[in-house]
């Protein structure tokens, strides 16, 4: 006797859909790659719901009952009817996108990247509109799951192995400085740079890699100043004799508005791999992978990233 009570669940009817293609709980199981007593679980409740065994075994087989033959054709084709219906979707146009994306993006990616993002959105998708904020490697994964970050672009996130990512490029260091400054003829020394004043950037009071690693290397910096960002620090090393490491691309980009030489940094480090990060449940997400790719191939593109 149906139980009309008890709470329906669609998936239940997969189980039921697997179980008699697949002639088996063991072989249901691996074919919705779900554990056996999970599918025990669901076979239990539909029995409850039918008021009928379902299957009986017969061997290494189960064997549909009449109740089981008589419902399983119109289970198999509302299931597909069900399956088809996510093949439907209309056509996806960027331009009847009215949308907001909240970005996780340093003060670095800003500037090279907003400029001519913001250009393309206004021919492709004008209705699309941006945040951006600065974030913590330790809360990147918890925004993105919370749904509050759409898409993050960082450094490699240490526990970010849950995250769906894609590697953008590999950053490097340069020393920048004012133009005329004593260092900025010929080739910086490593002994140069260690004597000098520099001024620094730590965004949210983390310590910086590179002094983490001099430091560790019994040779560190002598920091007269440490700032928030690195538009404040250039301007302070273009009106200064401080040293200021940054990225490669950003100091292109900001050597082209103040009067600022690049030197090579005399300290040979690895360079610095740079991702997408976003949840996995936006993977399919028309309008997120839309943005993603437009996104991510804007970065690529940008001319500071050619600047090698």
Known sequence: MNRPDLRMDLNLFR????????????AAARSLHLTQPAITHALNRLRELFGDPLFVRQGNRVIPTDTTRTVIAEVQLHLKGLQATTRMQPAFHAAALEQQF???LRDVLESIAFPPLLSRLSELAPGVRLASRRLAGGEVERELSAGSIDLVIDRRLAGGQRLSAEHLLDESLVVVMRRGHRLAAGTLRKADYLAARHVAVSQLGEAVPLDVLLTQDGRPRQIQLL???????CQVAAGS?????????YAASFSRLLPLATQALPI????IPILAYWHPSREHDRAHAWFRRLLIDTIRRAPEFGTR
């Open 102 to 104: 909240s970005l996780g």
């Open 227 to 233: 700032c928030q960002t690195y538009f404040s620090a």
């Open 15 to 26: 189980v039921l859909e697997a179980i008699h293609t697949q002639g088996g709980i063991s």
């Open 268 to 271: 040979k480090l690895k360079p």
């Open 241 to 249: 004799d401080l040293l200021l490491t940054m990225p490669r691309s």
